[in-house]
């Protein structure tokens, strides 16, 4: 790990400055706190350059991954996603779209159709479940017949259960594509762990769920990545679009890259989106230099130790315990609440992700973080509150860098290939940590802008990308279907 001093001498250009007492001025005793609270955040800290070597090390593990020779070793996967550049049109109609991924199972009910303006236009109706902890981590069969019975329930609500419809799912897990609708679960992340799902093909399991409940009927015929079906919704608002990103429970990034690149899959002309799968960058050492003992303690203590290291840096299932952690340390350190935690604070997974940003969203009384703590059980001084805070900040600040990291990488990827100087590119985002945080967009946007000198960038935000993205992309199967059969 880096030392301090080593730290003081950096390029201060992505830096942001923390030591702005919100009130007032300090006593002495506050300030020398203040001043070693200072100290053990600084390693949270990353330069401009430590940010270009991220950059670099994620692109070649993306090479690797996207190479036949190199692929079963490399951490990012790349997975192919059989979802292509193509002229086809799509099929007008009603399509049910299904989002698993998150602590939420949603079904959605999404009408395509065509719009005189535009060539096409969606509407949406959704309803949500939560997955009790018994389904995500019991058996898979569990699991998916606990869909499967949100499906008929949803079916049910909204008088369609006669129809036989054609059926979108959104499942962001890595799954390794034999085609657009058949896919193998390579390993669960983000909390699930349901036993007999892992190697199978995902689109069988949810088939033969419906097939046991029998009570209704519906006709599979695509399974994207969340990532994906960000990209496909967005691309529908702004043909720029060419990469998807999502930065909620987990995270991670998918683009469409030259057919020629993708080695996994036969066939030279034009364009595959890939599902990077980068939250697995990493796992085989390369973000060793940076990892913090607190990364260490919430690696070890999740569902997947030693995998999925980036994301653990990043993504909003880690966040806040990443956070009661940093506390947890200046507490030891005799620097915050008197050198006592709460029962509660000492317990796992009891800072929770939503408080990072309901703090940093303080306008500056201290009201919000003073009621945050206070039901944690503990009674924060104004210090205390300013302290907690700075530790929320310094957590979400290095997420938002790493993130922009990670994506310059790709984006500087494509424009390599795409041999251009300069060039502008759209991507579409989604997640909770993106969306909700206070400053994690902001400090994104400028990661990626300043490690892209050649980029035009525009960031769009997706609604409801996941399910509208699945359907869309839904109907264009269909429509490629139907060509099939009667060209
Ligand atoms: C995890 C999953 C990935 C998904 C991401 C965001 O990284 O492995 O498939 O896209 O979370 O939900």
Same mark, same amino acid.
């Given at each position: *790990? ?20 919100? &009130? ?14 200072? =100290? ?18 994620? =692109?070649?593990?993306? !090479? ?9 070793? +490399? ?5 192919? /996603?059989?979802?292509?550049? &193509? ?23 999404? *009408? ?24 995500? /981590? ?9 869909? +499967? ?9 909204? !008088? ?16 390794? !594509? ?18 007999? +799902? ?40 702004? #043909? ?15 683009? *469409? ?22 939250? @697995? ?86 009201? =919000? ?28 600040? #290095? ?8 994506? @310059? ?5 494509? #424009?390599? #290939? ?58 264009? @199967? ?10």
């Amino acid at each position: *790990m880096r030392s301090h001093s080593e730290k003081e001498n950096k390029s201060s250009e992505l830096n942001w400055k923390r030591f702005v007492p919100m &009130t007032g001025g300090r006593c002495k005793m506050d300030l020398h706190i203040m001043k070693k609270v200072d =100290q053990i955040l600084s390693e949270f800290e990353l330069s401009k350059e430590e940010l270009k070597e991220v950059m670099g090390r994620m =692109q070649r593990e993306m !090479h690797r991954g996207l190479r036949v020779e190199t692929h079963n070793e +490399a951490s990012v996967k790349m997975l192919p /996603t059989y979802v292509c550049s &193509t002229p086809e049109g799509s099929e007008v109609g009603d399509f049910l779209a299904l989002d698993l991924g998150g602590t939420n199972f949603r079904v959605m009910l999404v *009408m395509v159709g065509e719009d005189e303006e535009r060539g096409w236009k969606v509407e949406t109706k959704h309803h949500m479940y939560s997955i009790p902890e018994d389904a995500m /981590t019991g058996t898979a069969e569990m699991l998916f017949d606990y869909i +499967a019975e949100c499906i008929s329930d949803f079916l049910d609500k909204h !008088h369609i259960k006669h129809k036989k419809l054609p059926l979108g799912f959104t499942f962001s897990f890595p799954v390794r !594509h034999e085609d657009l609708d058949k896919g193998i679960l390579l390993n669960w992340t983000k909390g699930f762990k349901a036993s007999g +799902a892992e190697g199978n093909n995902i689109v069988g399991l949810l088939r033969d769920a419906i097939k046991r409940r029998g009570d209704f009927e519906m006709d599979v015929v695509a399974m994207v990545n969340d990532t994906v079906a960000t990209m496909i919704s967005c691309y529908y608002e702004d #043909r720029s679009c060419e990469v998807g990103m999502i930065v909620g429970t987990g995270c991670n990034v998918c683009y *469409m890259e030259e057919m020629h690149m993708v080695e996994l899959v036969e066939g030279e002309e034009g364009r595959m989106c890939v599902n990077t799968e980068w939250g @697995a960058f990493g796992d085989n050492g390369e973000l060793e230099d940076f990892r913090l003992e607190y990364d260490r303690v919430v690696d070890e203590s999740s569902l997947n130790p030693g995998h999925q290291l980036y994301e653990k840096l990043i993504s909003g299932k880690y966040m806040g315990e990443l956070v009661r952690l940093v506390l947890m340390k200046l507490v030891n350190e005799d620097l915050l609440f008197n050198g006592e935690a709460s029962e509660t604070l000492k317990t796992r997974g009891s800072f929770e992700t939503r408080f990072v940003s309901q703090i940093e969203s303080d306008t500056g009384d201290r009201k =919000q973080i003073y009621n945050i703590l206070s039901s944690l059980g503990v009674l924060p001084s104004e210090l205390d509150c300013d302290i907690v805070r700075l530790a929320c900040e310094s957590v979400s600040t #290095r997420a938002a860098h790493m993130c922009g990291a990670g994506l @310059a990488g790709v984006v500087n990827l494509m #424009r390599e #290939r795409r041999c251009l100087d300069e060039w502008k590119i759209t991507v579409g985002v989604d997640g909770s940590v993106y969306k909700l945080h206070p400053r994690f967009k902001d400090l994104f946007h400028k990661t990626v802008r300043e490690l892209t000198p050649n980029g035009d960038i525009t960031f769009i935000q997706s609604e409801e990308g996941s399910g509208r993205g699945a359907a869309l992309i839904s109907a264009v @199967a269909c429509k490629m279907a139907a060509r099939i059969i009667t060209p």
